[in-house]
C-alpha cells in the first residue's frame, strides 16, 4: 500500500441526530466540539485551527461568519477558523480543507467540523434553502427540488438497467436495519421493504421512505499530524486519502444522470493516492440521500458495475455482513442529514469502525474505511479514505 | 528575510467594482477567471482546484454550492471545488485555503477567486444579509448593523486617544486620491475633506463618506507551486506568508473593542513566519470598511503605535508618498467592497504594485506588499505577506 500515514483523526463527537427543536445551532457545535475534545482526551489549547463545514447558515438561521462562531464557542479565539460550503457536501469539504491544513505544515492539530439546524425555518424555507444546492436560475426557479431530481434520475435507472422500486426500498430497509444499532441515529426503527412500497409518493417512483430526512445535528473530529497523534493518542486512526470533484449543478448538463461524474473523479483520486482499490476497503459510509443515490455511488464508486447496483443491494452484498457493507452508520436515510454535518459525521462512523467501537453495526476486523459525501444532486463530491 | 518561495501567484483578474445593475453572479465571475487565466497566459486546463470566497450567496442571489458552480462555469469540471466563507473576510480566508491546498501537495496550480453581488436585492435586504456576519443573537436582532459597531469603536477610539472627526476623514480623501487612479474602483473621484465632513451622518461620528459603499464585482487570482510558476510564468509575485485570526462576532465581548485581536493574531503570524517586520512592507492593503476601521488596522499590525493612527494618517504617512502607503487601490473605502471579492482583489493590487504596473498609483521599487482582510468587527481577520 503507497498512502502515507501523515495526518490522524485522534477524537470524534457527535451530537443525537434529529428534529431537535429544543436546541440551538450554539448548543449543537458545542456538544460536538466537546464531545470529541474529550474523546481525543486533550487540552482545548492544543487546537490550532478550525474547519468547519455548513451548507446554509445565511438561509436557515440567518447567520454567517460561522468559523469565528463556532471558534468563539469554543473559546478558542483568536486561533484560525474558516467555514466552508458545497451544499450537502460541506462537511466533507471541511474534512479536506482541515486535511490540506495540516499537510501544508500551517497547522498541527485542527477541529473539523459540520453543523446543520434545518428546522428553525418553516417547511416551505427548508426546501427553498436546500434547493439553492441546485441550479437557482434553470432548477430551483421553476420549482425542481431534489426529490424530483432525485426521482429522474432512479426513472433513467430504472430504464436503462431494469433497476426496480423494490431494489431501491430494500437500500432503504438495509440502512434502517442499521441505523437501528446506532444511539445516535435520527430514526432507530428497522422497517420492511411493505412499509417503504407502501409510503406515500413524494415525487414517482421515489416513496417517503426512499428519501432522507430533515434534520438537525453537528459532528466534529479533531485531525493531528503524525508527530502530534503520536504524542496526544494511543490509537488514531489515519486519514490516507482525500479526492474531490465537481460537476455542473443542474442535471440536464450532465454526460448521463445515472452517472455521477464528480464521485467518479473523486474516487479516481482517492485511490490513486492511496495506491488502494475497492477492494480493499472494508466498509464504506455514502451519500444515500435518495435510496437511488446509494445505487449510483456504489456503481461510481466502483464497488460493482454500473447498472447492477439494484442487484448488488438485493443480494445482500452491502449488508453488514455482505462483502461490502454500505452505510453501517444508518446513512443518511436513518441516521438524518443535517446536510452540513453528514460529511463530518460520515468520518467519525468510519472511525468508530476503525478503532472496533461501533458496537451492534461493527464490521469485525475493519482496516480501511471510506467516506463518499455528495453535494446536491451530484455537484460536488468528496470521497476519503481512512485507514487503521 | 526567512520565507520560501513556494506558492506564487502568476495570473490576475477583476472586474469593474460597481453598481453593476446589467450583470450576474455567473457573468461577474466569468469574467474575472477569464481575466486571470489570460493574464497568466496558461491553458485552462493546467488548473487542478478552485478556492471561492462568498459571504452570503444564500441570501444574496438564493445560490449556495457556490465552488461547483464557479468550476462548471469555467468548464473545468471535474476538478475539485471549494467555497469558503468568512463574512467580508471570505475572499482572504479563499486565498489562504488556495495556499494550503498548494503547500499540502494536493494541487499544483489553482484559482482562488472571490465575488458578490450585492445589488439585486432590496435595500433592506442588504443590510439583513451583511448583519449575519455580526452576531445575531446578541446584535443583529437587536438592529445593531455594521455603522452601528463602527461607530461605536470611533466613539471609543477618539475618546481614549484623541482621534479626531477630521483624521478619519482624511483616510477618506486618501482613499479617494488613490481610487481616482484605478480603473477598477467604482468611484474614482478625488473628494475634499469638507465633502466628507460635511456628509449625511449614518452612525455619529461616522457620515456616508466614511463608510464603504455597497458593490458588485469579482476578482482572481491564479496560484501556482513553485515548480509550475517557474514553468508558466517570467514575473511570479509569491504569496510567502498567511496569517489568520479569531474574535468574538457580538463586539461586546471584546477585551477591548479600539483593538482587533484577530488582526493582531493574524499579523504575528504572518510576520513569524516570514521573518519580516512593519519597515520591511512598502505597501499594504488594509480593510477600511469604515474610517475608523483602516486607523485601527494601521495600529494593530504595528505600522504606527496605538492611538497614534489618526495622527500617522493626518501627517500623510498612509498616501502614496508616505512611509508606508495604504489602500493604494483606493480601498474598500472608494475601490468598492463587494464583500466575498475583497480579499482577493487586495491580492490581486499586491501583485500589480509588486510586478510595477500600477500605473498611476505605483509605489516605486515595491518588494513586499501587505493584504489585511477583516471578517464582521473583527470577528475575523487573515493577513498575507506577498513578494517580488
Given at each position: 500500500?503507497?498512502?502515507?500515514?501523515?495526518?490522524?483523526?485522534?477524537?470524534?463527537?457527535?451530537?443525537?441526530?434529529?428534529?431537535?427543536?429544543?436546541?440551538?445551532?450554539?448548543?449543537?457545535?458545542?456538544?460536538?466540539?466537546?464531545?470529541?475534545?474529550?474523546?481525543?482526551?486533550?487540552?482545548?489549547?492544543?487546537i490550532d485551527g478550525l474547519f468547519g463545514g455548513n451548507?446554509?447558515?445565511?438561509?436557515?438561521?440567518?447567520?454567517?461568519?460561522?468559523?469565528?462562531?463556532?471558534?468563539?464557542?469554543?473559546?478558542?479565539?483568536?486561533?484560525?477558523?474558516?467555514?466552508?460550503?458545497?451544499?450537502?457536501?460541506?462537511?466533507?469539504?471541511?474534512?479536506?480543507?482541515?486535511?490540506?491544513?495540516?499537510?501544508?505544515?500551517?497547522?498541527?492539530?485542527?477541529?473539523?467540523?459540520?453543523?446543520?439546524?434545518?428546522?428553525?425555518?418553516?417547511?416551505?424555507?427548508?426546501?427553498?434553502?436546500?434547493?439553492?444546492?441546485?441550479?437557482?436560475?434553470?432548477?430551483?426557479?421553476?420549482?425542481?427540488?431534489?426529490?424530483?431530481?432525485?426521482?429522474?434520475?432512479?426513472?433513467?435507472?430504472?430504464?436503462?438497467?431494469?433497476?426496480?422500486?423494490?431494489?431501491?426500498?430494500?437500500?432503504?430497509?438495509?440502512?434502517?436495519?442499521?441505523?437501528?444499532?446506532?444511539?445516535?441515529?435520527?430514526?432507530?426503527?428497522?422497517?420492511?421493504?411493505?412499509?417503504?412500497?407502501?409510503?406515500?409518493?413524494?415525487?414517482?417512483?421515489?416513496k417517503l421512505f426512499d428519501c432522507s430526512p430533515i434534520?438537525?445535528?453537528?459532528?466534529?473530529?479533531?485531525?493531528?499530524?503524525?508527530?502530534?497523534?503520536?504524542?496526544?493518542?494511543?490509537?488514531?486512526?489515519?486519514?490516507?486519502?482525500?479526492?474531490?470533484?465537481?460537476?455542473?449543478?443542474?442535471?440536464?448538463?450532465?454526460?448521463?444522470?445515472?452517472?455521477?461524474?464528480?464521485?467518479?473523479?473523486?474516487?479516481?483520486?482517492?485511490?490513486?493516492?492511496?495506491?488502494?482499490?475497492?477492494?480493499?476497503?472494508?466498509?464504506?459510509?455514502?451519500?444515500?440521500?435518495?435510496?437511488?443515490?446509494?445505487?449510483?455511488?456504489?456503481?461510481?464508486?466502483?464497488?460493482?458495475?454500473?447498472?447492477?447496483?439494484?442487484?448488488?443491494?438485493?443480494?445482500?452484498?452491502?449488508?453488514?455482513?455482505?462483502?461490502?457493507?454500505?452505510?453501517?452508520?444508518?446513512?443518511?436515510?436513518?441516521?438524518?442529514?443535517?446536510?452540513?454535518?453528514?460529511?463530518?459525521?460520515?468520518?467519525?462512523?468510519?472511525?468508530?469502525?476503525?478503532?472496533?467501537?461501533?458496537?451492534?453495526?461493527?464490521?469485525?476486523?475493519?482496516?480501511?474505511?471510506?467516506?463518499?459525501?455528495?453535494?446536491?444532486?451530484?455537484?460536488?463530491?468528496?470521497?476519503?479514505?481512512?485507514?487503521?
Open positions: 500500500m503507497a498512502f502515507k500515514k501523515e495526518v490522524a483523526i485522534i477524537g470524534v463527537g457527535l451530537t443525537q441526530f434529529g428534529e431537535l427543536w429544543d436546541r440551538s445551532f450554539r448548543s449543537l457545535i458545542t456538544e460536538a466540539g466537546t464531545k470529541a475534545i474529550a474523546d481525543a482526551g486533550i487540552k482545548p489549547e492544543k451548507m446554509s447558515g445565511g438561509l436557515f438561521i440567518k447567520q454567517e461568519h460561522l468559523g469565528s462562531l463556532a471558534m468563539d464557542q469554543a473559546g478558542l479565539t483568536p486561533m484560525p477558523a474558516m467555514r466552508i460550503e458545497s451544499a450537502c457536501n460541506s462537511g466533507g469539504q471541511a474534512l479536506r480543507a482541515a486535511y490540506m491544513g495540516i499537510k501544508s505544515g500551517l497547522h498541527d492539530v485542527v477541529v473539523a467540523g459540520g453543523v446543520e439546524k434545518m428546522t428553525d425555518v418553516l417547511t416551505g424555507a427548508t426546501t427553498e434553502a436546500l434547493a439553492t444546492a441546485a441550479d437557482q436560475e434553470w432548477e430551483a426557479f421553476y420549482g425542481a427540488t431534489f426529490p424530483g431530481e432525485y426521482a429522474l434520475i432512479a426513472r433513467k435507472h430504472m430504464k436503462e438497467y431494469g433497476t426496480t422500486e423494490e431494489q431501491l426500498a430494500k437500500v432503504a430497509v438495509k440502512n434502517h436495519y442499521n441505523g437501528a444499532r446506532n444511539p445516535y441515529a435520527q430514526y432507530q426503527n428497522e422497517i420492511t421493504l411493505e412499509t417503504v412500497m407502501k409510503s406515500t409518493r413524494v415525487a414517482d417512483p421515489l434534520t438537525d445535528g453537528a459532528a466534529a473530529v479533531i485531525l493531528a499530524n503524525a508527530e502530534q497523534a503520536k504524542e496526544l493518542c494511543d490509537d488514531p486512526i489515519w486519514l490516507v486519502g482525500s479526492g474531490a470533484g465537481t460537476d455542473s449543478l443542474a442535471l440536464h448538463d450532465r454526460r448521463d444522470i445515472t452517472t455521477l461524474d464528480a464521485t467518479v473523479a473523486a474516487a479516481r483520486q482517492a485511490f490513486k493516492q492511496t495506491g488502494l482499490t475497492t477492494k480493499d476497503i472494508d466498509l464504506a459510509e455514502v451519500h444515500d440521500c435518495f435510496t437511488i443515490a446509494e445505487i449510483c455511488a456504489i456503481e461510481d464508486i466502483g464497488f460493482c458495475k454500473k447498472g447492477e447496483g439494484g442487484k448488488f443491494t438485493e443480494q445482500g452484498q452491502t449488508s453488514l455482513t455482505g462483502s461490502i457493507p454500505i452505510n453501517t452508520s444508518g446513512g443518511l436515510k436513518s441516521k438524518g442529514h443535517p446536510v452540513g454535518a453528514t460529511g463530518i459525521a460520515q468520518a467519525v462512523e468510519a472511525t468508530l469502525q476503525l478503532r472496533g467501537k461501533a458496537d451492534r453495526r461493527q464490521i469485525k476486523d475493519a482496516e480501511i474505511a471510506m467516506a463518499h459525501n455528495v453535494g446536491g444532486s451530484g455537484g460536488s463530491c468528496t470521497v476519503h479514505i481512512f485507514s487503521r
